[in-house]
């Protein structure tokens, strides 16, 4: 008796553990800011998207494949050339996610991988596009310009793949070695050139300063002479009184100065 009952019971677990197995492969779960898209065995890809939470479907007929619909960052390299033939270095960072809508589509006519296959394609076919309508200077000085009308194209070409460009930025630019070098050698030239007009603007100044001066000291000499003519020895005599005062009232401030009358025997008081 008690062995049919364990057989009762063992047999009911196990149906329970079967049960459970076919129920738990009938279930599937869409975590947030995902979609699935659902492939049938018999009828393929099918047009509905599938939202977030979780779902069933008929085990090892249907199969569920999770987009994540997020956007996701993308660092493209591209090696291209400019207007003036001159070759530039850009990264640009894309923030991505796909068309919810056309997942069935992404993954019929592209796969899973469509960031891997479309991204870098298209991303240097137009990189490559704009920036030959620039030269070497203008991507440096017109960088918006250029980063504006790379997101436009992009955006644009990108749309009919199914994605979205939340955003295109461009992070690296650089030049090859030959325009940095000449860069760096016209910058030397332009300070060179600077400072040698700083030099002749300099010498300029002084050779003003000097006729200037010497003007000066003419007319000097001319008032002096005039003066002479006009007043004789007065105005001689005048200045000599006026270096004394002014000799004096400098002696007069100074403390190592001392007055000594006039005659030997005031001298330390010596007797005579």
């Given at each position: 008796?008690?062995?049919?009952?364990?057989?009762?019971?063992?047999?009911?677990?196990?149906?329970?553990?079967?049960?459970?197995?076919?129920?738990?492969?009938?279930?599937?779960?869409?975590?947030?800011?995902?979609?699935?898209?659902?492939?049938?065995?018999?009828?393929?890809?099918?047009?509905?998207?599938?939202?977030?939470?979780?779902?069933?479907?008929?085990?090892?007929?249907?199969k569920?494949?999770?987009?994540?619909?997020?956007?996701?960052?993308?660092?493209?390299?591209?090696?291209t050339?400019?207007?003036?033939?001159?070759?530039?270095?850009?990264?640009?960072?894309?923030?991505?996610?796909?068309?919810?809508?056309?997942?069935?589509?992404?993954?019929?006519s592209?796969?899973?991988?469509?960031?891997?296959?479309?991204?870098?394609?298209?991303?240097?076919?137009?990189?490559?596009?704009?920036?030959?309508?620039?030269?070497?200077?203008?991507?440096?000085?017109?960088?918006?310009?250029?980063?504006?009308?790379?997101?436009?194209?992009?955006?644009?070409?990108?749309?009919?793949?199914?994605?979205?460009?939340?955003?295109?930025?461009?992070?690296?630019?650089?030049?090859?070695?030959?325009?940095?070098?000449?860069?760096?050698?016209k910058?030397?030239?332009?300070?060179?050139?600077?400072?040698?007009?700083?030099?002749?603007?300099?010498?300029?100044?002084?050779?003003?300063?000097?006729?200037?001066?010497?003007?000066?000291?003419?007319?000097?000499?001319?008032?002096?002479?005039?003066?002479?003519?006009?007043?004789?020895?007065?105005?001689?005599?005048?200045?000599?009184?006026e270096?004394?005062?002014?000799?004096?009232?400098?002696?007069?401030?100074?403390?190592?100065?001392?007055?000594?009358?006039?005659?030997?025997?005031?001298?330390?008081?010596?007797?005579?």
């Amino acid at each position: 008796m008690a062995a049919k009952v364990f057989e009762s019971i063992g047999k009911l677990g196990l149906g329970l553990a079967v049960a459970g197995g076919v129920l738990n492969s009938a279930l599937y779960n869409v975590d947030a800011g995902h979609r699935a898209v659902i492939f049938d065995r018999f009828r393929g890809v099918q047009d509905a998207v599938v939202g977030e939470g979780t779902h069933f479907l008929i085990p090892w007929v249907q199969k569920p494949i999770i987009f994540d619909c997020r956007s996701r960052p993308r660092n493209v390299p591209v090696i291209t050339g400019s207007k003036d033939l001159q070759n530039v270095n850009i990264t640009l960072r894309i923030l991505f996610r796909p068309v919810t809508a056309q997942l069935p589509r992404i993954f019929t006519s592209i796969g899973e991988d469509y960031d891997e296959r479309v991204l870098p394609s298209i991303t240097t076919e137009i990189l490559k596009s704009v920036v030959a309508r620039f030269d070497a200077g203008e991507l440096i000085t017109q960088r918006e310009l250029v980063s504006r009308q790379v997101s436009e194209d992009l955006t644009e070409r990108a749309a009919t793949f199914g994605l979205i460009l939340d955003d295109v930025s461009l992070t690296h630019l650089t030049f090859g070695k030959e325009f940095t070098e000449a860069v760096e050698m016209k910058q030397v030239a332009q300070q060179e050139a600077e400072r040698a007009r700083f030099i002749v603007e300099k010498a300029e100044q002084q050779k003003k300063a000097a006729v200037i001066s010497a003007e000066g000291d003419s007319k000097a000499a001319e008032l002096i002479a005039n003066s002479l003519a006009t007043a004789g020895d007065g105005l001689i005599e005048l200045r000599k009184l006026e270096a004394a005062e002014d000799i004096a009232y400098q002696l007069s401030r100074s403390r190592n100065i001392t007055y000594l009358p006039s005659g030997q025997s005031v001298l330390l008081q010596l007797p005579q």
